[in-house]
């Protein structure tokens, strides 16, 4: 389809090809300050006119006052699985005499995935012992590279002794990587006085990033030097912009980067973070242990006499900003209680979840989702057929 | 800071819990259904009011298009780098015997760390082998699990020959990982008729999909079953939603997927994808020949006389949508350019890179890029201080 030249060139050939160029009417659709040839699509294209206008800068030092990090200890970046195999696979890298990656048997389901994935992809021996959360100490021996937990419980909302694991994996010589997904934002999380080494987390739960949001990691100051970043892309450069052939990490945070970062989306998540800078972190953990606090007040009353138990902790120190409760027909609980505008969720075999983010959630709502719990129990409709039948997974 | 509820619970006592809740004001800044209490924030939280709205459905099919691949070859997730990782590591996880990577020394760098940080991570005896590229073929022998190279040069825009290296590489017995990041939105890309195994590319350059948009992967129908994705994330689970603690893969395309997709991104760059299907590859490649063609037509007349010389191809087969001139004060020529408001990029030692990307590039642009480069040097005015000191690196 290449059409030739005129044979011969000035300007107004120029605007010749130009007026009778079939693309020429894309040119409008993107952001064009007239003045500006822009010859660096190759580099970097325009913006389009449609995409979003919100385009933010990273600012990491926000992200790591939610989780008690110090600046330059944590870096918004890729998803929690990229982040966890990468501090995964730095340990496992630093350590290869050590080779068992130590988790909990009901850890969240996609840490297991990576942690799996990983050991098979090294194929040099390594495996991942998954024992009982009750087990977890006595399972930290000379093996252990790394102990690898999520520190709120996703089926039950049961807390992890954060500073105490920690601990004890060092006193066996290994090291911690926490999942925060579910604790960052719900409850105050201080990885600085838990002596943390590394640590990621999702953006798009508690953190209302919006969907796909990005995902953070933290890498405590003192391994920084010390770790690799084993998917090294030119971001982690030490000087990513001269493109040398070989692969020089940079100091500090930077060098866990891999491939560009998710503008966009870091944008849209550092509008919620702010929300959460501006609350203050220790009342979001307050609100969330009265709204918990409320909604087991309000099962133990009315709802337990209905075949629900309460699943999760009921000491507050020991909850996350969830309730899970059990019951026999928890699924077509859930259904129904969708049709009465309560969205909550069901976890197999039988956990149906409620979550109380603190930042948009009112007592009054605590108190009207019982009641229509107990009002679709008690109409016996969640026995409807539609109910029953698994057509979706929530 | 928790605060012991009233003794007393009914729904007035909740609502005056709210009414002295000091973050109740923070419910206004979600997107909130009056109606609808929302208690599933621990899974996915409520979008926020200023995070951008648009959000879109994953069209895998429509990226496809753009490269020529079937549908479900093709999936818009995380960065290059991250998908360069996953598709060589499938590769040298299927291929325990071949352990050789071979590459060409000026692959664009961010390939080379990547795979460099991989061999060290399998710490298997895997090793990169890069050889200059005439030296291709000959490199090719039974030790080689995977060839990888970047199909446009990214110094100086010249295009391998996709179908007679990926034929050579599957006579030597070898996979082929193609980086499309400087063809893909720029000139034609069939990866199905040059029986391409894997392929990723950028999302941010010639596809416009805005800063830090996601990168795609390509994974031939023939292979999908064979591989296995090595960062194995929730959403390449068989069954994602069952949370099962054992990692099944999922069947087709899907097991690519690590963790969540970046769904505001996605919808970012499929406004991009969208103006390219309307506009048609052929007649984009089309005019990003005649752009670059042009460019070197005005080169050769006006500027070589100045020092310039050009290192592109000039067979515009192949050749991308970018022409590169070497200039010994290339540094200080694209600073002053910049302050005539033409913007191209420098990379070392001598290249002056300027891109035309065919949707937004007029030919007027083209000549009007010319006459301020001539005008820059001929009045001498790239030999300022300030152009020379390298203050910053494009």
């Excluded at 090809?17 to 190759?42: E, Q, S």
């Excluded at 998917?231 to 020089?248: K, N």
């Excluded at 959630?361 to 008690?378: K, L």
Aim: charged share 25%.
């Amino acid at each position: 389809m290449t059409t030739a030249l005129p044979d011969v060139i000035d300007r107004a050939a120029c605007a010749g090809m130009d007026a009778a160029d079939p693309l020429a009417a894309f040119r409008d659709r993107f952001v064009i300050d007239d003045d500006v040839i822009y010859l660096d699509g190759n580099s970097l294209g325009r913006l389009p006119r449609a995409t979003p206008p919100r385009i933010a800068e990273l600012v990491a030092q926000e992200w790591g006052r939610v989780i008690g990090a110090a600046p330059g200890e944590v870096l918004v970046t890729d998803t929690t699985s990229v982040d966890l195999f990468k501090l995964l696979g730095a340990v496992l890298q630093a350590e290869p005499r050590r080779r068992v990656l130590l988790t909990e048997q009901q850890n969240f389901p996609t840490d297991l995935y990576v942690a799996d994935g990983l050991t098979r992809l090294l194929a040099s021996g390594h495996k991942v012992r998954a024992v009982p959360r009750d087990a977890l100490r006595d399972a930290l021996d000379a093996d252990v590279a790394v102990l690898t937990l999520t520190h709120v419980d996703f089926r039950t909302a049961e807390v992890h002794d954060m500073a105490a694991l920690t601990a004890a994996a060092h006193d066996a010589g290994a090291r911690v990587v926490w999942d925060l997904s579910h604790s960052c934002g719900a409850i105050p999380v201080d990885v600085s006085s838990a002596g943390v080494d590394l640590a990621t987390g999702c953006g798009y739960k508690y953190l209302n990033g919006g969907p796909g949001a990005p995902a953070y990691l933290f890498v405590s100051r003192r391994l920084q030097e010390q770790l690799g970043n084993p998917i090294q892309g030119w971001l982690g450069h030490e000087s990513p912009f001269t493109f040398v052939s070989a692969y020089r990490p940079a100091a500090g945070i930077r060098r866990w980067m891999s491939g560009s970062p998710p503008v966009i989306g870091i944008a849209a998540l550092e509008v919620a973070i702010e929300m959460f800078l501006e609350a203050d972190m220790r009342r979001v953990g307050a609100k969330a242990s009265q709204l918990t606090e409320l909604f087991i007040r309000l099962a133990d009353a009315r709802l337990t006499r209905h075949g629900f138990e309460v699943a999760s902790p009921r000491d507050a120190a020991r909850r996350g900003a969830q309730v899970s409760l059990r019951h026999p027909d928890g699924y077509a609980v859930i259904r129904a209680l969708i049709d009465h505008k309560v969205i909550g969720d069901f976890r197999t075999p039988d956990l149906c979840r409620f979550g109380f983010a603190p930042l948009y959630t009112r007592f009054v709502d605590v108190w009207d989702a019982a009641e229509r719990i107990v009002s679709v129990i008690e109409s016996g409709e969640h026995r409807r057929a539609e109910y029953a039948e698994r057509a979706f997974i929530t």
